[in-house]
């Protein structure tokens, strides 16, 4: 079974401060797709990546994806409250249909 | 602008008890995938159906559980005689075809058992 980890587990910041989270396997992904997730809520899709090295950028938060297609990152800027909440990746097993495997996940708490 | 719709949101059963979560996937979509979520672990594949078919269910506890997508109406994931370990929140979620890229998810059911 293909793993992945997030690092930091939890994260505390001030409003208007840079973070980013990091997604890391040992195991090759067809894709990875990163998620925000609120209390008492379903996982909403924030962005998916294909191709290794792929940069996306979806207003102040940036989304790599690994040369090798084995990890990721999330860069937020200038973090805001609203930015409050779990953050999860997710890769594709590429077995023919999606079949993600979920990382561990990030709390992120923005403080005004 | 319908999304992916569950029901019931919460769920509390006895032990012993029998559980039905029930999911309707997006307009249009006709692929179902169910995730469990157990508390402070993350979210875990369950099973993978189209209508009227399993395609993958790898990660379905081997008793007790089982799930279906009929021709008509929403998918089904039930589970038998609830032990207090089946406590979790079970989200559904669907896409339009195998392959694509994006699933989107449904707001769980969490299912309590006392």
């Known amino acids: 079974t293909q793993l992945l980890e997030q690092s930091p587990q939890f994260l505390s910041i001030q409003e208007g401060e840079n973070l980013t989270v990091y997604c890391n396997s040992s195991s090759v992904f067809s894709s990875l797709q990163w998620y925000r997730q609120e209390p008492g809520e379903g996982p909403v899709l924030l962005v998916t990546v294909v191709t290794g090295g792929e940069v996306k950028k979806l207003k102040r938060l940036t989304f790599q994806f690994g040369d090798a297609r084995k990890d990721s990152s999330l860069h937020i800027t200038a973090a805001q409250p609203g930015d409050t909440g779990l953050y999860l990746c997710?890769?594709?097993?590429?077995?023919?249909?999606?079949?993600?495997?979920f990382g561990t996940g990030t709390r992120l708490l923005v403080s005004p | 602008n319908a999304g992916v719709m569950q029901n019931p949101r919460h769920l509390v059963r006895r032990r012993g008890q029998e559980a039905r979560l029930r999911c309707s996937p997006m307009?249009?979509?006709?692929?179902v995938y169910w995730y469990r979520q157990l508390p402070e672990e993350g979210l875990k594949f369950m099973v993978y159906?189209?209508?009227?078919?399993?395609?993958?269910e790898s990660g379905m506890p081997k008793e007790r559980f089982s799930a279906e997508f009929p021709k008509e109406g929403p998918s089904i994931l039930r589970i038998q005689q609830v032990v207090r370990g089946d406590s979790a929140a079970y989200f559904c979620?669907?896409?339009?075809?195998?392959?694509?890229?994006?699933?989107?998810f449904g707001p769980g059911t969490r299912l309590t058992v006392t």
């Open positions: 159906l189209q209508k009227e078919n399993i395609i993958d």
């Open positions: 307009k249009g979509h006709s692929h």
């Open positions: 997710a890769g594709d097993e590429g077995v023919g249909f999606q079949k993600l495997v």
């Open positions: 979620a669907s896409s339009p075809w195998p392959g694509s890229y994006e699933q989107y």
